[in-house]
């Protein structure tokens, strides 16, 4: 299990483990609005021996009249219009494993010694995102890139949501495909030029599209606290499930965040 203090905030937690949604009831609200809670999150391991993924998560939020702070993702209001939106952000992306992480026996069925791998590490990116805002519900197109040098690599993302109000709760799907570079990909879930070196075999399963879907539903309680949870699972397309690096069993990976949060 992974703990992350509170101090760490800033980065706990990619945008991707945290939907914009945790604090749409006060996004469009007037003047500056804060949120600050905790939550939780589980994720199913996809690499060979990997356990699954608990998070206690640290939830801030800010959005200005510009200037916004979700999670890792600090952004600025390029343009912003009752039913169109242009961001600009930077954010974390924590998707990095640890050869520890992996389980000694399963890398070996697959012909690999753990002792041989190198950490791929955590990092961050820079991008730009589009949100079209209608009767029919929210699409959103983004596009970001790593600025550290980690994999080098980008992504783009296009997803739809619909709110849907049932009583005090709103209950929003989203359908949505992240389309991954193939140096994102790569260092990922491939293996490295410096492994490769060390006689570990070459697998590059390059540029990669994955479908995701998932659910999110919330609600106000007691003036100001928001309770949020929210399910999601992402199809992994086979030249991925075919890394060596990944159980021989993963199609995709589900994850669940509930968390609770005071707006003010």
């Known amino acids: ?48 021996g990997e356990s699954d993924h608990y998070r206690v998560i640290p939830l801030l939020n800010y959005e200005g009249q510009h200037v916004y702070l979700r999670g890792t993702s600090l952004g600025y209001h390029l ?28 890398l070996a069925a697959h012909g690999i010694d753990r002792a041989l791998l190198s ?27 790593d600025i550290t040098g980690t994999s080098d690599g980008y992504e783009s993302d296009l997803s739809y949501e619909y ?22 990909a790569n260092y990922y879930y491939g293996t490295l030029d410096k492994e490769v070196a060390r006689g570990v075999p070459q697998y590059r399963p390059g540029a990669a599209l994955v479908p995701h879907i998932g659910i999110t539903a919330r609600t106000r309680f007691w003036s100001n606290w928001n309770l949020i949870a929210s399910v999601e699972y992402r199809a992994l397309p086979g030249d991925v499930q075919d890394s060596p690096l990944l159980d ?10 509930l968390g609770i949060a005071h707006s003010f």
């Open 119 to 145: 950490k791929r590490r955590d990092s961050a990116d820079a991008g730009a995102a589009v949100t079209w805002l209608t009767d029919l519900g929210r699409l959103k197109l983004s596009f970001k890139a």
């Open 163 to 184: 709110p849907l109000p049932i009583g005090r709760w709103v209950i929003e799907p989203e359908l949505g495909v992240t389309a991954l570079s193939k140096q994102t």
């Open 79 to 106: 343009l912003k219009r009752a039913h169109f939106r242009v961001d600009g952000f930077v954010s974390a992306r924590l998707d990095g494993v640890d050869p520890k992480d992996f389980g000694v026996d399963e």
């Open 248 to 257: 021989a069993n993963t199609h995709g990976y589900a994850q669940v965040i």
């Open 1 to 48: 299990m992974r703990l992350f203090p509170a101090a760490a905030v800033g980065v706990t937690l990619s945008t991707a483990l945290l939907p914009a949604t945790v604090f749409a009831q006060s996004q469009d609200s007037p003047g500056a609005q804060w949120g600050l809670g905790v939550g939780g999150s589980v994720r199913t391991g996809i690499y060979a």
